[in-house]
Structures are given as structure tokens and as C-alpha cells.
């Protein structure tokens, strides 16, 4: 095996970042948190930030990775030697860990739901009763033991098998197919009556909907659903030849991530307004509101089906990024090591989500805080490591990289014009910090 493995092309490439964008951020906590937020306002503040904030963040990733060629730890220490700045890798390690051991426990219950919706399990029953469905499948303690284990044994499984065997041969499979899939349900969402009162309300905005925390969510939602502040896209960039077009890269990932966001809301918002639910559910929106929307649809059971095999598409892709950055810094360039490190850190992670994947059944009773285990741990990457990683990557870029390396990635294998570029390096150093303080401050209850 190389030493240093590649990305065999440039669709590979954005396919595999895309793919670590395009989780449950965009399928599953996107849509809820545009139905708890105003709808169509929500969404295009969120489209907003996502090119003003976002794109400059991935951007910034990116650069630090492809110039280094290095992984999220010693990429750091390359551009800032004999300084404390690694430690925002250290940081995005960390946060890996913690992500991906509450993420799996998510991953679990997909599992669970597409083996139920496989079998028969998840049809003729009333709304309340799929919420005492979803209670029931989440604090069983034998199930979602094995259903995380399942997840992260095929996360483990892809991760393995290298940079170009395992992310992006899987990537190139599970993203066209996750695509086709959205297509079939949205044609299917779409024609049903009473569809256009769910578009209405996703695609026009109403800004008597606006209030403060509508613009901090949007905000937030937009550094979330791109994966930015972990060193996720720092890993990634570090396999791209030296000739490769960041802008455009950065554009495509960008550009899909709004895209299946969109998707997400035109499949899920007409398919509950046509059959007189509501839009606000929070969390239980894809695992208890759905199921009963598709459950009284024609033929409901294989459309709900095809979701869940998009949703658990889309997880993994995600997961496959977040092991790979903790498996990177270990490994480095010594390849050989790969396959052993993988599992290694996979079953780590198992047992770290143990108490996150038992927090709503045998654990539940056990708070940090006023949360159970594993909405705190949530609340750790979320609220905590995420914003803090994006301010002192922004930080970073902006102000310890100089102008001159930022510009020489930036144009590389790019025909874009100079001012672009002003433009980006002023976002990164002035708007984008102060935005993403705000997104902290609002996170951890100061205003």
C-alpha cells in the first residue's frame, strides 16, 4: 500500500467530502430544526450562511490539508512549528471520538428501523403509537447494543480497506444511489394532494417568522451540516494531488449540501402537510412522524423502506469520515497500520457509546447536568467542540497562516480572479470569528 494514500480523481474526492457533509445533519436534524424555525425563512438564512460562513470554513479546511499533505494533528504543527496551534487537531480528535460513539447509537436505530420496515414491523399503527414504537426501540438495551455494533462494524469494515478501496469506492456507490433514491421519493412526496402547502411552507420565506435565535440556529445548522471544525475536511484534503482546484471543490461539496438539504425538505414537508401533521415534531420527525406518513400512503411500506436505506446511505458516509480523521493521525504514513488501528478505534468508540446508547433505557436516570448521557455528549461536540474548533481554525487561517501560502492554495489549478480571493481572507479573518462567537455564546446559553 502507498505511503501516502490519494484520492484516485476529483469526483472521488467531492463525492467522499460531500459525503461527510451529507449526514443526519442533512436528513434527519435539518429538516426538524427548518420546522421548528419558520420553514422557508429558516431555509434561506441557512443557504445564506452556508456560502458565507460555511464555504470560506471548508475552504480554510482544505488548504491546511492540501498544503501539508499531512493528517489533522501534524498538518498544525507543519504550518505553525514550535507552537500550541496542533492542539486544534488534538481538539478535532477528541470530538471525533465522542461524535462518532452517540453518532453510531443513532446509526443503531436506523438499523433497527430498516430491519423493522423490512420485515412489516413499522406499519398499521396510529401516530401516538409509533412514538411508544420509537420510546420502546431506543430503550431496549440487547437491540441497540447490536444495532450500533452492526453500524460501526460496517463504518470499521470501509475505513479499513484504505482511502481509495474503502471511503471512496463506497462513496462512489452510496451518493449516486443516495440521489436516485431522493428522486423516487420526492416524485413520490410531491404528487400527493395537499403537497404544495409543505412547499409553500419550505420555500416561501415569511419574515414575520424572523426572531434572533432563527438566524443563530440557521447559523449553527450551516457550520453543522458541513462537518467544518473538527479537521474532518483538513483529513480529506490531505489526499488531493497538488494540482487540484480547491474553489471548485469547496463549491461542489457546498453546492451538494444545499442541494440534498433541499431534497430533504421537498420530500418531507409536502409528504406531512398532505396528510395534516405538523411540521414542528422536533428530533421524532423522521422516526416517529414519517413512518406514519408513508404507513398511509399506496405502497407506503417500500417508499419508507427506501428512505431508511438513504438515511443509514448517508450516515455511514458521514461515519467513514469521522473514523478515518482519528485513524489518519495514528497511522500517518505508515500504511501497514491501517487495518489494526481501524479496529482498534472502532471498538473504543463501541464501548464509549455504551452509556449514550443506554442513556434512554438502563441509564436513564443518569444526568450531567440537567442531561441524560447522551444529549450531553451531544451538547460536548455540538455546542462545544464544533463552534470552538471553527473559531480557532478561522483564527488560524486568518491570521497565523501567511497571506502569501494562502494564496498560492488558493490559486492553484484555479482560474478564479483576485478579488475572490479578497474577499474570502477578509470573511475568514473579520466576519467569519464574530459569527461563529455568536453561534458559541448562543450555544451555551449566554444569550
Known sequence: MKQHEQWTSKVGFILAAAGSAIGLGAIWKFPYMAGMNGGGIFFLLFILFTLLIGAPMILAEFIIGRSTQKDAITAYKVLAKNSKWHYIGILGVGASFILLSFYSVVGGWIVTYLGKSITGG??????????GLFDQAIANPVQVLIAQFIFLGITIWVVQAGVQSGIEKASKILMPLLFIIFIVLLVRSLTLDGAMDGVRFFLQPDSSLITPNTFLMALGMALFSLSVGISIMVTYSSYLEK???LVRSAGSVVGLNI????????VIFPAVF??????DEGPGLVFVVLPAVFDQLPLGGIFLTLFLVLLLFATLTSAFSILEIIVAVIVKDNQDKRRRIAIIAGFIIFVMGIPSALSFGLLSHINIGELIIFDAADFLVSNIALPLGSFLISIFVGWRIPKNILEDEFFQGSTVKKGLFQVWYYLIRYVIPFAILLVFFQSIGLF
Open 122 to 131: 413499522l406499519s398499521q399503527f396510529t401516530l401516538e403509537q409509533y412514538g
Open 259 to 266: 442541494i440534498i438539504s433541499l431534497l430533504s425538505g421537498l
Open 274 to 279: 398532505a396528510l395534516g401533521l405538523q411540521p
Open 243 to 245: 494540482g487540484e482546484n
